[in-house]
């Protein structure tokens, strides 16, 4: 369904993507791993069309969208899903506003619908009495589901996360997992989802890839990335500080 393309991006002479090379298959949950600052977010950016490569394509069903201009790149992006690091919501609108705004934005729906919808959301990310809460008002966990209920609402084919659960406890993370599972099942979207949390990941990806220097040095099942032979691959899964990796 994705295919990416020998991708290059530099920022003022800093190489920063350098020929990734990645597919992701419909319906496939896609883990990318790396290390911070290895441009693991500018990569899902070029999958949103944020950003354009140096060179290189990515095609969606066969189109390349970094072509894409004008009423065709809209509807392209309306095809997706966002969660952003971060979260990104709106302070000034309560949860119920935040997951009800793309439905005001982009569809006709009435006012009793919206509201249908938009409580059945919350009650499936665990939030059902939280509506009336600002984000300031409910915890990190609690940001991360509203924000993945809100990349919900327009029923996107493919949804990208960068770090949804970054900075949760254990078992958040976990329950963020699950309800990603959950969802996926009954909704059937394609994931790319950026993490760092090894080794819960693995019970989440169909698939991982690695991003490092610039390009997927593997990609495989979680069973394959936990059995790497690559040094580089098994010394990131691992944490552990001596290695081909070099702690900056
Ligand atoms: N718009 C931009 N302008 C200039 N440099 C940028 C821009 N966006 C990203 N970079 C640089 O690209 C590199 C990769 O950034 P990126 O945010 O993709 O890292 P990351 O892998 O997502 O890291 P983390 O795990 O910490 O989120 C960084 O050195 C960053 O400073
Ligand atoms: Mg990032």
Do not use: C, W
């Amino acid at each position: 369904m994705v295919e990416i393309r020998n991708l290059h991006k530099a920022f003022e002479g800093q190489q920063v993507l350098r020929g990734v090379d990645l597919q992701v298959a419909k319906g496939e949950i896609l883990v990318i791993i790396g290390r911070s600052g290895g441009g693991k977010s500018v990569l899902l950016k070029h999958l949103m069309g944020l950003l354009k490569p140096d060179e290189g394509q990515i095609f969606i069903d066969g189109v390349d969208i970094t072509q894409l201009r004008g009423r065709a790149f809209d509807q392209l992006r309306e095809r997706f899903g966002v969660v952003f690091q971060g979260g990104a919501l709106f302070d000034s609108l309560t949860a119920f506003e935040n997951v009800a705004f793309p439905l005001r934005e982009k569809t006709r729906l009435l006012e009793e619908a919206i509201r249908e919808k938009t409580l059945t959301l919350l009650k499936q990310v665990g939030l059902a009495d939280m509506g009336h809460k600002y984000p300031a008002e409910v915890s990190g966990g609690m940001r991360k589901r509203v924000a993945l209920a809100r990349a919900l609402t327009m029923e996107p084919e493919i949804i990208l996360f960068d770090e949804p659960t970054t900075g949760l406890d254990p078992i958040m993370v976990n329950a963020i997992h699950r309800l990603i599972l959950d969802l996926h099942r009954r909704i059937g979207f394609t994931a790319v989802l950026v993490s760092h949390e090894i080794p819960e990941i693995f019970g989440l990806a169909d698939r991982v890839a690695m991003l490092h220097h610039g390009v997927v040095v593997e990609a495989g099942t979680p069973e394959a990335i936990q059995f790497s032979a690559n040094p580089v691959v098994r010394q990131f899964i691992t944490g552990d500080p001596e290695g081909p990796i070099q702690p900056d």
